[in-house]
């Protein structure tokens, strides 16, 4: 598989053991990785996708027709100033100069191997392993047509970020498992607030399922703002001493507040 262009410079993540939207979309956790119950970690996020007309085309996704390969180095795959576009798996012309995490609203903003995902131009990768990231990335699982992006590792008792906006948060990897990574955090919901997704809470808060908390969420939400804590770093205090752990890969001990079942 060809190499990314030298275009396309990486950036240097948060140190963290390898590692994976806050987004409009989100997925429930289908095996708990902690204490909780069955489906009881709350609603884990996807990147979302920024295009000219807001939708997605799956029939795009690779793999499903014949084409170019989004994965492979755009010149080498479409020729110079051209690029493989993720909707139609066609080499088409190349417009963007946006490099990796640089503001961006559609894909033709962004240089060719790159995708505008969540507001800004990000790396794409493969969750089954075909093409990887940076060794302090995490490839993310993403909506379609997007195989995968590749955002920053990062812990999240620390939620430490250097992108304004983004915020340690949980994203999907490959088989489900869940990582933690830097994403685009758009909300200020505190402890107790509604959720749906993590992207909701406020950084340094993930989206928990209601029935793990001592008080109903506020209008009696299905899911509300927890405070992330850590068993070995950011105890839980209070009403809801209980840290649930979400067995992240190099940070174990990381997870969220709430009350005893």
């Given at each position: 598989?060809?190499?990314?262009?030298?275009?396309?410079?990486?950036?240097?993540?948060?140190?963290?053991?390898?590692?994976?939207?806050?987004?409009?979309?989100?997925?429930?956790?289908?095996?708990?990785?902690g204490p909780p119950g069955k489906n009881m970690t709350g609603p884990v996020t996807t990147?979302?996708?920024?295009?000219?007309?807001?939708?997605?085309?799956?029939?795009?996704?690779?793999?499903?027709?014949?084409?170019?390969?989004?994965?492979?180095?755009?010149?080498?795959?479409?020729?110079?100033?051209?690029?493989?576009?993720?909707?139609?798996?066609?080499?088409?012309?190349?417009?963007?100069?946006?490099?990796q995490d640089d503001p961006c609203t559609d894909p033709d903003e962004c240089s060719p191997?790159?995708?505008?995902?969540?507001?800004?131009?990000?790396?794409?990768?493969?969750?089954?392993?075909?093409?990887?990231?940076?060794?302090?990335?995490?490839?993310?699982?993403?909506?379609?047509?997007?195989?995968?992006?590749?955002?920053?590792?990062?812990?999240?008792?620390?939620?430490?970020?250097?992108?304004?906006?983004?915020?340690?948060?949980?994203?999907?990897?490959?088989?489900?498992?869940?990582?933690?990574?830097?994403?685009?955090?758009?909300?200020?919901?505190?402890?107790?607030?509604?959720?749906?997704?993590?992207?909701?809470?406020?950084?340094?808060?993930?989206?928990?399922?209601?029935?793990?908390?001592?008080?109903?969420?506020?209008?009696?939400?299905?899911?509300?703002?927890?405070?992330?804590?850590?068993?070995?770093?950011?105890?839980?205090?209070?009403?809801?001493?209980?840290?649930?752990?979400?067995?992240?890969?190099?940070?174990?001990?990381?997870?969220?507040?709430?009350?005893?079942?």
């Amino acid at each position: 598989m060809p190499v990314r262009t030298s275009r396309v410079p990486h950036r240097t993540a948060l140190p963290l053991a390898l590692a994976l939207v806050g987004t409009a979309s989100s997925c429930v956790v289908d095996e708990p990785l902690g204490p909780p119950g069955k489906n009881m970690t709350g609603p884990v996020t996807t990147v979302s996708v920024d295009s000219d007309d807001g939708e997605s085309d799956e029939s795009g996704t690779p793999g499903d027709t014949p084409g170019c390969d989004p994965l492979a180095d755009p010149e080498s795959e479409c020729g110079p100033d051209m690029a493989c576009d993720l909707t139609s798996l066609t080499c088409v012309p190349a417009l963007g100069t946006g490099l990796q995490d640089d503001p961006c609203t559609d894909p033709d903003e962004c240089s060719p191997g790159l995708w505008c995902a969540s507001g800004r131009c990000r790396e794409l990768c493969d969750v089954e392993g075909r093409q990887g990231c940076e060794p302090e990335q995490i490839c993310s699982v993403a909506e379609p047509p997007i195989p995968g992006l590749c955002l920053a590792a990062c812990q999240l008792a620390v939620n430490a970020c250097e992108l304004p906006g983004d915020a340690c948060k949980r994203v999907l990897g490959a088989g489900g498992q869940v990582w933690a990574a830097c994403v685009e955090n758009p909300g200020f919901a505190l402890a107790g607030d509604p959720c749906s997704s993590d992207g909701d809470c406020a950084a340094g808060y993930l989206c928990t399922a209601a029935a793990l908390h001592t008080l109903p969420c506020v209008d009696q939400a299905a899911s509300c703002c927890a405070p992330v804590c850590d068993t070995l770093e950011l105890p839980c205090f209070g009403v809801e001493p209980v840290c649930y752990t979400l067995a992240i890969p190099g940070q174990e001990s990381a997870g969220f507040c709430g009350a005893e079942q």
